[in-house]
């Protein structure tokens, strides 16, 4: 219910909790570390007083006060241990991230506290700080919709710690998971997150933060279930919430207002849940006493914002036109003061349905366009966030390890060529040596004749050895090639094994096994796969069908956009304006088009615009791919499709690249009948060209669908 994760922009939408004021509640989570791993007697005895002088101005919103005497006392301090320097950089951490909302500057901090954990001197000081870090470094990414870099963080500080710190650390792992995933829509697993944090969870020096954290876990465990439409669910956890914080009110009379403001928001959401019921009465009064509630001056006029919305809306579909108007004349002036997005724009749709039902159609339309544009980029927002993949980063290590592997094979194979043509050489040298010899004297014919004879032996002995070269080159093909088969199938029933045992109720550490075997037995199959692809290539026939061409590139370039967003760079797609079918093998020809548009990614700068377009000719469809990368050399432009190329440069953000995906991607061009080549010129870029044959006229059928012409990314 309340705000004390590190998501307030994104998990507002949803009403997640207070924002903007309870700076001590969101002090547990940086300090959860701190405080069941370590005592205070981890700062110097001089910096234990201004700890908690500033701890106490953190609390009372006093943050601008707390820093400036923190500041003042750290410059007197002679000489602050790492935990002081430490903990001096978490408050400023706190301050630019909740106070000002600036995630940017937050991230900065957080950087050097994790520089700092880097110079801990015990093995338990340096894991708590390591933890800590990464954990604030995630949620300031996160916040700035970073969400690779921001995932990398969490399950780094997550790695590091889970076996030396306690179930508060899991408990606040946990916390962050069930945000991300109730943001993705995945509730029912975002529930289970929020009930293994709730059972985690174990006290800290602050016993009001713990209450406050234990009840918004509740609140967030039934919220997940109403988004999964389970509202008897939901409502039974808003009750256990309420339940929670009446038997807990007694232990906290001073803070009362803001047990105040826990009831409001949970009766905001109850609401919610008795509108779905039919029960709209008791729902208004609760929508009511919520308003009543956190629109008081430092109370959490955000959620009373949502609230207000809630009950405009039951207004407009009661028709209570007399009720609706006023209570959103009285939230418009609100919007000056409490900033709130969400709030804003479905404000700007009742509006719209007001005059819309009022026959006021230029004054709706107005409305329904703001609403429109508020609406649309917060969903751009969370189709970000959506669009994210926590495994990914994961996965391209693996890869990149196959390919490391790939490439120390390909080097054997490539020296034992090399051996095996200057042998030649050294034959060719030898002949010509004795026929130079028999032309000066005849007398050494005889002489001549042996060592021609010894030539021919050789020569024959030579001829035999490459052809037992080349046939043990076929016959390791040929091993690999059953080896990896043999292994698919089981290593493939095991994932699907792992895929079965997933929604089981396994403890924590047996689910962690689980899905370390399910990565282990995928990233087996990747290895398969791509050894397949280097023995068949070029050896196997492959079966053709006729694939919609415009189809092909729009998934290949909607797979691929994420990577191109890591760079911050564009793509742009120009596809056939009438869709046209080719006749070639799917899986090979998407192989190509994917490896020559991550190409154009690694070699482009960031900010940068990738061309993808598609070109109808009289024979042929033509592929081009234009970046405006660093371009290719003049002296590496004949050796650029090579299977053992030396044409290979690092990426623009240090990628590597190991010369053999264009040569495959030749390979897989020619065997379809069709030809590539590439134009490029140093510092501008390059574009390359793909020529696919189109099939016989009368062999393909008009396609009926809907395309558009350009697609951005």
């Given at each position: 219910?309340?705000?004390?994760?590190?998501?307030?922009?994104?998990?507002?939408?949803?009403?997640?909790?207070?924002?903007?004021?309870?700076?001590?509640?969101?002090?547990?989570?940086?300090?959860?570390?701190?405080?069941?791993?370590?005592?205070?007697?981890?700062?110097?005895?001089?910096?234990?007083?201004?700890?908690?002088?500033?701890?106490?101005?953190?609390?009372?919103?006093?943050?601008?006060?707390?820093?400036?005497?923190?500041?003042?006392?750290?410059?007197?301090?002679?000489?602050?241990?790492?935990?002081?320097?430490?903990?001096?950089?978490?408050?400023?951490?706190?301050?630019?991230?909740?106070?000002?909302?600036?995630?940017?500057?937050?991230?900065?901090?957080?950087?050097?506290?994790?520089?700092?954990?880097?110079?801990?001197?015990?093995?338990?000081?340096?894991?708590?700080?390591?933890?800590?870090?990464?954990?604030?470094?995630?949620?300031?990414?996160?916040?700035?919709?970073?969400?690779?870099?921001?995932?990398?963080?969490?399950?780094?500080?997550?790695?590091?710690?889970?076996?030396?710190?306690?179930?508060?650390?899991?408990?606040?792992?946990?916390?962050?998971?069930?945000?991300?995933?109730?943001?993705?829509?995945?509730?029912?697993?975002?529930?289970?997150?929020?009930?293994?944090?709730?059972?985690?969870?174990?006290?800290?020096?602050?016993?009001?933060?713990?209450?406050?954290?234990?009840?918004?876990?509740?609140?967030?465990?039934?919220?997940?279930?109403?988004?999964?439409?389970?509202?008897?669910?939901?409502?039974?956890?808003?009750?256990?919430?309420?339940?929670?914080?009446t038997k807990n009110t007694d232990r906290f009379k001073n803070r009362i207002g803001l047990i105040e403001v826990a009831k409001g928001v949970i009766y905001g959401n109850k609401a919610e849940v008795l509108i779905l019921q039919g029960r709209n009465k008791e729902a208004t009064d609760l929508l009511r006493k919520s308003i009543?509630?956190?629109?008081?001056?430092?109370?959490?006029?955000?959620?009373?914002?949502?609230?207000?919305?809630?009950?405009?809306?039951?207004?407009?579909?009661?028709?209570?036109?007399?009720?609706?108007?006023?209570?959103?004349?009285?939230?418009?002036?609100?919007?000056?003061?409490?900033?709130?997005?969400?709030?804003?724009?479905?404000?700007?749709?009742?509006?719209?349905?007001?005059?819309?039902?009022?026959?006021?159609?230029?004054?709706?339309?107005?409305?329904?366009?703001?609403?429109?544009?508020?609406?649309?980029?917060?969903?751009?927002?969370?189709?970000?966030?959506?669009?994210?993949?926590?495994?990914?980063?994961?996965?391209?290590?693996?890869?990149?390890?196959?390919?490391?592997?790939?490439?120390?094979?390909?080097?054997?194979q490539g020296a034992l060529l090399y051996a095996a043509i200057v042998c030649v050489l050294m034959a060719f040298m030898i002949i010509f040596l004795v026929f130079r010899n028999w032309r000066r004297s005849k007398h050494d014919v005889e002489i001549v004749n042996d060592l021609n004879k010894q030539v021919n032996l050789q020569?024959?002995?030579?001829?035999?050895?490459?052809?037992?070269?080349?046939?043990?080159?076929?016959?390791?093909?040929?091993?690999?090639?059953?080896?990896?088969?043999?292994?698919?199938?089981?290593?493939?029933?095991?994932?699907?094994?792992?895929?079965?045992?997933?929604?089981?109720?396994?403890?924590?550490?047996?689910?962690?096994?689980?899905?370390?075997?399910?990565?282990?037995?995928?990233?087996?199959?990747?290895?398969?796969?791509?050894?397949?692809?280097?023995?068949?290539?070029?050896?196997?026939?492959?079966?053709?069908?006729?694939?919609?061409?415009?189809?092909?590139?729009?998934?290949?370039?909607?797979?691929?956009?994420?990577?191109?967003?890591?760079?911050?760079?564009?793509?742009?797609?120009?596809?056939?304006?009438?869709?046209?079918?080719?006749?070639?093998?799917?899986?090979?020809?998407?192989?190509?088009?994917?490896?020559?548009?991550?190409?154009?990614?690694?070699?482009?700068?960031?900010?940068?615009?990738?061309?993808?377009?598609?070109?109808?000719?009289?024979?042929?469809?033509?592929?081009?791919?234009?970046?405006?990368?660093?371009?290719?050399?003049?002296?590496?432009?004949?050796?650029?499709?090579?299977?053992?190329?030396?044409?290979?440069?690092?990426?623009?953000?240090?990628?590597?690249?190991?010369?053999?995906?264009?040569?495959?991607?030749?390979?897989?061009?020619?065997?379809?009948?069709?030809?590539?080549?590439?134009?490029?010129?140093?510092?501008?870029?390059?574009?390359?060209?793909?020529?696919?044959?189109?099939?016989?006229?009368?062999?393909?059928?008009?396609?009926?669908?809907?395309?558009?012409?350009?697609?951005?990314?």
């Open positions: 219910m309340l705000k004390i994760n590190a998501f307030p922009d994104f998990f507002s939408r949803h009403n997640f909790g207070v924002r903007g004021m309870l700076f001590f509640l969101f002090l547990p989570l940086i300090f959860s570390c701190r405080n069941t791993k370590k005592e205070a007697s981890g700062y110097s005895d001089a910096f234990k007083p201004v700890f908690d002088k500033v701890t106490a101005e953190f609390t009372t919103n006093r943050t601008e006060q707390g820093l400036r005497y923190l500041d003042s006392c750290m410059s007197r301090i002679s000489s602050p241990n790492i935990d002081d320097k430490f903990r001096a950089l978490s408050f400023h951490y706190v301050y630019w991230k909740k106070t000002k909302g600036d995630a940017k500057k937050a991230l900065l901090y957080a950087d050097t506290m994790l520089m700092l954990a880097n110079k801990s001197v015990t093995q338990k000081q340096y894991v708590s700080n390591y933890v800590e870090a990464n954990m604030a470094i995630g949620d300031a990414c996160f916040s700035m919709q970073q969400f690779d870099k921001a995932y990398h963080h969490y399950f780094e500080g997550f790695r590091v710690g889970k076996n030396n710190l306690d179930n508060r650390a899991l408990s606040d792992y946990s916390y962050r998971m069930g945000m991300i995933l109730y943001k993705m829509g995945h509730y029912k697993l975002a529930a289970g997150y929020f009930k293994e944090s709730y059972k985690l969870c174990t006290p800290t020096n602050d016993p009001f933060a713990d209450f406050y954290r234990q009840q918004e876990v509740l609140d967030n465990i039934g919220l997940s279930f109403k988004h999964n439409n389970e509202p008897d669910s939901a409502d039974l956890y808003f009750d256990k919430a309420l339940d929670y914080i009543a509630i956190n629109l008081q001056k430092g109370n959490d006029n955000s959620d009373a914002e949502l609230a207000e919305i809630k009950l405009a809306q039951l207004y407009f579909d009661h028709n209570q036109m007399d009720e609706l108007f006023p209570l959103l004349k009285a939230l418009q002036m609100q919007f000056d003061s409490v900033k709130n997005d969400e709030a804003k724009a479905e404000w700007n749709r009742l509006m719209s349905k007001y005059y819309q039902r009022k026959n006021d159609f230029p004054k709706s339309l107005a409305y329904l366009q703001t609403y429109t544009n508020l609406n649309d980029s917060n969903t751009r927002k969370l189709n970000l966030l959506k669009e994210s993949n926590v495994n990914e980063q994961l996965a391209n290590f693996e890869k990149q390890y196959q390919i490391d592997n790939l490439k120390n094979n390909n080097k054997i020569k024959a002995n030579l001829e035999k050895t490459l052809e037992d070269l080349k046939g043990s080159s076929l016959e390791k093909d040929r091993i690999l090639r059953t080896v990896a088969h043999d292994l698919r199938n089981p290593i493939g029933g095991i994932a699907s094994l792992t895929l079965a045992m997933e929604d089981d109720d396994f403890t924590p550490e047996q689910k962690e096994l689980i899905s370390l075997i399910k990565e282990t037995s995928n990233n087996s199959l990747e290895l398969i796969n791509e050894i397949l692809e280097v023995t068949d290539n070029g050896t196997t026939k492959f079966k053709k069908e006729l694939v919609d061409i415009n189809s092909l590139l729009s998934k290949s370039v909607e797979l691929l956009r994420f990577k191109a967003a890591e760079k911050e760079q564009h793509i742009e797609l120009e596809l056939l304006k009438n869709p046209e079918e080719i006749f070639i093998n799917r899986e090979k020809i998407w192989r190509v088009i994917s490896n020559l548009i991550s190409n154009a990614i690694k070699f482009s700068r960031k900010n940068s615009v990738i061309y993808i377009r598609a070109g109808d000719l009289e024979k042929d469809v033509e592929i081009a791919i234009r970046d405006h990368g660093i371009g290719i050399p003049d002296k590496m432009k004949p050796m650029i499709f090579n299977m053992f190329t030396e044409a290979k440069r690092s990426g623009t953000a240090g990628e590597k690249s190991f010369g053999l995906g264009l040569s495959i991607c030749k390979q897989i061009i020619e065997s379809h009948g069709g030809k590539i080549w590439f134009e490029s010129k140093p510092g501008e870029g390059t574009t390359f060209f793909i020529n696919l044959p189109k099939p016989a006229p009368g062999k393909t059928t008009p396609l009926k669908t809907e395309h558009t012409n350009v697609l951005m990314t």
